[in-house]
């Protein structure tokens, strides 16, 4: 009998997309994103302590149109890993393992990021015209 060649376990071809694996994937992307945020601020509390120079080249490149994404990015980033984070301290007390609570919370963890973001980022545009 001739042998096929078989994966020794399934694949990604074998799986289909759920929010349960979308939801873990980003909640370990985003802090990957998050640690590079925290030292992109490092950066800029060294080029505020260097003086008036580097804070404007600094504050230059953090308004600019890529700054402003990376920081509506890193915002997002922060507000989903928040939601995710509190979403698995509730299932670490054994509160919603169910299959349609896991997804549940899975879309209220997106859908709640998505809200905080645009909030600030609300707050960004019309608050801080005031």
Known sequence: MAA???????HLQVYRWQIQMATSILHRATGIFLSVGALIIAGGLLAL????ESWNCFTGHAGS??????????????AYHLCNGIRHI???????FSIPAFVRSS???????????????????LGAAA
């Open 107 to 125: 879309w209220m963890s997106v859908i709640a990021s998505l809200v905080i973001t645009a909030l600030v980022w609300a707050y960004v545009f």
């Open 4 to 10: 096929r060649e078989r994966p020794l376990s399934p």
């Open 49 to 52: 302590m260097m003086g008036p």
């Open 90 to 96: 509730v299932q670490d007390f054994a509160i919603g």
């Open 65 to 78: 149109w890529y700054g402003k994404l990376f920081l509506f990015a890193w915002t997002w980033s922060f």
